[in-house]
């Protein structure tokens, strides 16, 4: 469960000026902003608030083969390794109908591979030819209790 002071909830357009203070790549990627846009719009940003201050997001997709996968998890600086990249995660595995979600990383990114660990996401691949000298990391979490849920309705984010 995550801390008292962190408060995750799905993200509306009057979040968007938060971003660029929690990640300073909103401000210089364009591609970033169109990512955040189209998710907020699509009910699929999450944002934390911890002790009051916005200090993370998070964007899931169905963008992955048609699965449910998260495509960024961003915590600001102020605010790292204090629960709040967990607390995200957890909120959207939770919004997750499907029996599976999906996510990957760098291979050198091990702040991100060391929180997939603890929250039990394995390994499910990996992809070369991304980032040069630096492959992709695919994880799966199998979400069992939603699983005769998705059978019967095929659901996702
Ligand atoms: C990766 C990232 C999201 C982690 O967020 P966070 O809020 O700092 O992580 P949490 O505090 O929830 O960590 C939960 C657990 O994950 C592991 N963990 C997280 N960061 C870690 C680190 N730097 N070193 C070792 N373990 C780490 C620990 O097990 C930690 O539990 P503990 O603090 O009780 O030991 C954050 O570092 C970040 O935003 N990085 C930049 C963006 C990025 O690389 N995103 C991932 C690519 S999509």
């Known amino acids: 469960m995550a ?18 203070e929690i990640d300073p790549n909103v ?17 699929h940003c999450w944002i934390a608030d911890y002790a009051g201050q916005p200090a993370g997001y998070g964007l899931a997709s169905r963008n992955f083969f048609s699965r449910d996968f998260i495509d960024l998890v961003y915590v600001a600086e102020f605010a790292r390794r204090s629960g709040v990249g967990d ?3 957890a909120a959207i ?7 599976s979600i999906f ?19 394995h390994p499910s691949g990996r992809i070369e030819n991304l980032d040069p000298g630096d492959p ?7 979400l ?5 849920e998705s059978d019967a309705r095929g659901r996702g984010i």
């Open 144 to 148: 069992p209790e939603n699983e005769k």
């Open 3 to 20: 801390a008292p002071d962190i408060h995750v909830r799905l993200a509306g357009t009057r979040d968007r000026r938060a971003l660029p």
């Open 93 to 99: 595995e939770h919004a997750c109908g499907a029996a």
């Open 27 to 43: 401000s210089r990627d364009l591609d970033r902003r169109h990512a955040i846009d189209s998710a907020i719009a699509a009910r």
């Open 136 to 142: 992709e990391l695919v994880y799966v979490k199998f």
């Open 103 to 121: 996510t990957s990383t760098n291979e050198s990114n091990q702040p991100m591979r060391a929180l997939l660990k603890s929250r039990d996401y």
């Open 87 to 89: 607390a995200i995660l």
